[in-house]
């Protein structure tokens, strides 16, 4: 079975850019989180979604936005990029809303210049 | 706000010896997670443990839980290199709803031959 996948894996984007981040659940899982890793840190928890709407959101400005579509994947953007926002960004997707354990994809390196 | 800690941050060992990493955090929380990341890789899930006085093994790991004292051990016995890598644990928000964990600052294991 295939876990989750996300894409790019690795990314770079100038000062100023807008990214945008995808990520495909574990097939059957209808909740999609973003974290935040950056290097020598432990993930940040970003937005959490469940059945397409948001549920939770983290300490992080608006310029991070998400969403998630009828079929459970998840975009994650980011707009008028900084260089405090390379990291690593890790997509999980769990079952369902509570009493779910989270599975994490592989991750997409983004490097902002 | 949940707060996470983890010590030791970093930890050399030689193969074959016993090591305990430590994990406290802040406010009440029913369910504490164990990752393990390798360089450049995403999370693996190893422990997932639910109630107060939990205890499971995988090989050389064993972490416990204590949600009276806020505190859960990962143990390591007779270390090998394979073991290398750093370690997370990261708690949710209680209540039985996983939409945010909030992660330590990880562990990076060195097990020396």
């Known amino acids: 079975d295939a876990g989750v996948t996300q894409s790019p894996t690795h990314l770079i984007k100038t000062r100023g850019q807008q990214v945008t981040l995808r990520c495909s659940p574990i097939?059957?899982?209808?909740?999609v989180s973003w974290y935040q890793q950056v290097l020598g840190q432990g993930p940040q928890f970003i937005f959490q979604y469940y059945e397409k709407e948001e549920r939770g959101r983290g300490n992080f400005p608006d310029r991070f936005s998400a969403r998630q579509f009828p079929n459970y994947s998840s975009e994650l953007n980011v707009n008028a990029l900084l260089l405090g926002d390379s990291a690593l960004y890790l997509c999980?997707?769990?079952?369902?809303?509570?009493?779910?354990?989270?599975?994490f994809g592989q991750g997409t390196r983004l490097t902002v210049v | 706000e949940l707060k996470v800690e983890q010590n030791p941050l970093f930890l050399s060992m030689q193969e074959g010896k016993n090591y305990t990493i430590y994990c406290n955090y802040s406010t009440t929380s029913d369910r504490l997670y164990w990752y393990r990341q390798d360089p450049g890789k995403s999370l693996e899930s190893l422990f997932v443990l639910l109630s107060n006085g939990a205890v499971k093994q995988e090989g050389r790991l064993m972490a416990s839980l204590d949600t009276k004292a806020r505190l859960s051990t990962l143990h390591i016995t007779a270390a090998v290199h394979d073991l290398s890598a750093t370690y997370f644990c990261?708690?949710?928000?209680?209540?039985?709803?996983?939409?945010?964990?909030?992660f330590g600052k990880g562990t990076l294991l060195t097990v020396n031959p």
């Open positions: 990261a708690v949710d928000m209680g209540g039985g709803s996983n939409y945010k964990l909030t």
């Open positions: 097939s059957g899982h209808k909740s």
């Open positions: 999980a997707s769990s079952p369902g809303w509570v009493n779910t354990e989270a599975f």
